[in-house]
């Protein structure tokens, strides 16, 4: 397959604004189907030059004996950006062969669902992580299992079985690990070691943990890495299964690489890296902040045959300085310089608006919302394009207070006292109605509203413990077939309810939805499934009222234009201003970077790592520093008009803040 000049053009009138061209590093990468890595800087476009080249694969289809594309994201989200506009546009991408998705997606449908079939001789009832967790909890608190002395020590210290995961070691033996990539091990217990029975009690603690996976695999309920352990061993079972998959997929494209796990690519590469496919990976190493701040940035995507994009189209050249220096991988070439930075490409009408360095403390801390409103005022941000499409944030690292923690260590939740709800929107599963019917639209669609209606009946009868007749929790699914097996009546009631209640929450009524919907579960939904109006868990998860006060919990009152969460929620979006605030995770940002190399003594004054913050060339071995260095290089690459930093003020001399001045940023101090 050849790439021309031709298709490119039609792609850029599908992609692009009118009279806007791909420049040629774009065109390089778009006609390339050789195997390379994309490294991408923020705001450069990558997702569009992806889309382009798959607009320009797809006119080139069939390919030779029926051969795929397939395409693969860590998140739905970064999967629905790329079929943005293709779905129309290229329609056969959506059909078999090709495959669009998830790697999880892909991972599930070919890899541990025809496994899990083939093994235990029926489907899987459901993939999900709270459904797991709470199978686990029931059998930890089944009498009849037997558990050993040393589970039932550590269930009730609550230890966590539930992120107990299974796989094959290189000797093909079974291995327990936390997570998939953490190695497992006990704290020992002094009276263990006294007796001389720990490893006994190790022993029978492994001993059942390997029952309870098993039982709960044949129950059909598999958390999201079961599916992974079940992959791997598919196709080191039976290596024709990779055969078959290399020559179903000719071209393998994947978006987003920095936030996939090193055993996500290592599954990857071992089916697709091969000379019968293109494997083609785009991303930024310097946007990895997914991973847990308390471990190193590690070198889990390693580079290979790198193609950049540098040319930055949302950052302007005052912006993208400012940005580049928290660049941790700058893919040094051999002459020592970097051969990825981001070159700032947008030119505003009057002129580059210089970033603005905000000082605050215990006292001042409700005058950042106020200041950054006054900068959106002064520049005119409102009435500009990007300010209509784009919109304000306001952006931190750190949300909440987890565990108490010391209350002068300033979190989101304590400057913004409305933010921390608003985090909640898009997870599989809450405490009460009211958060579930507020909070639970990721996108607000009818199909998705009706989810959530779902949702909170599957959820509802998880906490009941209520099984169906194959003694599993109830799934999505079950549901429905449940209810159409009721009778006409019934199953019409739970269909109308269902109907209405979504076109409530589309429309926002979410008042008027709670009351429809918690009638239903009140009424009829506890006469189906003989749940008493009295019981404490049906009534603690409905309610006595809608909680109103969610409804404010998105934004703030007096600036509803401004939204206020997390950098990651954030991340891949483009803002016109953005406001980067500190937070605390072992001390704020500023004071993470003004790290000391060397202490000060009676002679000679302290001296300190070079500092991004003063567009230094950083370098530091310290994992909490990289960790921030990859937070704010993602933050601060979000606006295409106003950035701000709002910063700790005790961390701040007179020296260090003429140093921001001179380097052109603007010092407020409420």
């Avoid at 061209?21 to 992806?50: M, N, Y």
């Avoid at 991973?291 to 949302?314: A, H």
């Avoid at 300085?321 to 941790?328: D, G, R």
């Avoid at 209350?407 to 913004?416: C, G």
């Amino acid at each position: 397959m050849i790439i021309t000049d031709v298709d490119i053009e039609k792609a850029e009138e599908i992609l692009l604004p009118k009279g806007m061209h791909f420049d040629g590093e774009r065109r390089d990468f778009i006609k390339d189907l050789d195997s390379c890595d994309l490294l991408a800087v923020p705001g450069s476009g990558k997702t569009t030059a992806l889309q382009a080249k798959l607009f320009c694969v797809a006119r080139n289809l069939p390919l030779q004996d029926e051969q795929g594309i397939l395409v693969l994201s860590h998140t739905n989200n970064a999967v629905n950006e790329v079929k943005k506009k293709l779905r129309s546009e290229c329609y056969q991408l959506f059909e078999a062969p090709h495959f669009i998705g998830t790697v999880q997606d892909f991972v599930d449908k070919f890899l541990a669902i025809p496994y899990y079939e083939q093994c235990f001789k029926q489907k899987v009832h459901v993939i999900d992580g709270m459904a797991y967790e709470q199978e686990v909890e029931r059998y930890l608190n089944a009498n009849f299992w037997g558990l050993s002395i040393g589970t039932k020590y550590f269930r009730n210290k609550k230890f966590e079985f539930a992120n107990i995961r299974v796989h094959h070691n290189d000797d093909g033996e079974l291995e327990f690990t936390k997570g998939l990539d953490e190695k497992l091990s006990f704290k020992p217990v002094k009276k263990w070691i006294d007796e001389g029975s720990e490893q006994k009690i190790h022993d029978g603690i492994k001993s059942d943990l390997l029952k309870m996976k098993k039982s709960i695999l044949r129950k059909g309920i598999l958390h999201y890495d079961d599916c992974y352990f079940l992959a791997e061993t598919y196709i080191h079972k039976y290596p024709f299964v990779v055969q078959t998959l290399r020559k179903r997929f000719k071209y393998v494209f994947i978006d987003e690489t920095q936030d996939l796990k090193k055993y996500q690519l290592d599954l990857i590469d071992y089916i697709f890296d091969c000379d019968d496919c293109c494997l083609q990976r785009v991303g930024d190493k310097n946007q990895t902040i997914f991973n847990r701040p308390d471990r190193p940035v590690s070198e889990q995507w390693r580079v290979r045959k790198m193609k950049c994009l540098q040319n930055s189209l949302r950052l302007t050249d005052c912006i993208a300085k400012v940005v580049n220096p928290f660049a941790v991988d700058k893919a040094i070439d051999e002459t020592g310089n970097p051969r990825f930075s981001a070159v700032g490409k947008r030119h505003l009408e009057h002129g580059d608006i210089p970033p603005y360095l905000i000082l605050f403390d215990e006292y001042t801390k409700d005058d950042l919302l106020p200041t950054f409103n006054d900068l959106i005022e002064r520049f005119q941000l409102r009435t500009t394009k990007d300010g209509e499409k784009y919109g304000f944030h306001i952006i931190g690292w750190n949300l909440r207070r987890k565990g108490g923690g010391a209350k002068e260590k300033l979190r989101l939740e304590d400057i913004f006292t409305n933010c921390v709800k608003a985090s909640d929107k898009g997870l599989s599963s809450y405490a009460t109605l009211s958060k579930f019917i507020v909070f639970g639209c990721r996108e607000v669609s009818m199909y998705e509203c009706k989810s959530v209606i779902q949702k909170i009946m599957v959820c509802l009868l998880r906490n009941l413990g209520v099984l169906d007749n194959e003694g599993r929790y109830y799934s999505k699914t079950a549901l429905e077939k449940q209810m159409e097996l009721l009778g006409e009546d019934d199953f019409n009631e739970y269909k109308l309810l269902a109907y209405r209640a979504s076109v409530l929450m589309f429309q926002q009524k979410n008042s008027e939805c709670y009351i429809l919907v918690v009638g239903y579960l009140r009424g009829s939904f506890s006469q189906i499934f003989k749940i008493s109006t009295n019981n404490k868990v049906l009534e603690d998860f409905c309610e006595h009222e809608f909680d109103t006060e969610l409804l404010s919990s998105e934004r703030p009152a007096a600036y509803p234009d401004i939204k206020i969460g997390s950098v990651h929620s954030t991340k891949g979006q483009t803002h016109c201003a953005t406001m980067y605030v500190e937070s605390s995770f072992k001390g704020y940002e500023s004071s993470h970077l003004f790290k000391i190399k060397k202490k000060a003594t009676k002679k000679t004054p302290a001296v300190y790592f070079p500092n991004p913050l003063f567009q230094e060339n950083a370098n530091y071995n310290y994992v909490t520093c990289q960790a921030v260095m990859h937070m704010m290089y993602v933050g601060f690459s979000r606006p295409t008009h106003l950035l701000c930093y709002a910063s700790y003020k005790h961390n701040w001399t007179n020296e260090r803040v003429k140093r921001m001045e001179q380097l052109g940023w603007q010092v407020i101090v409420p």
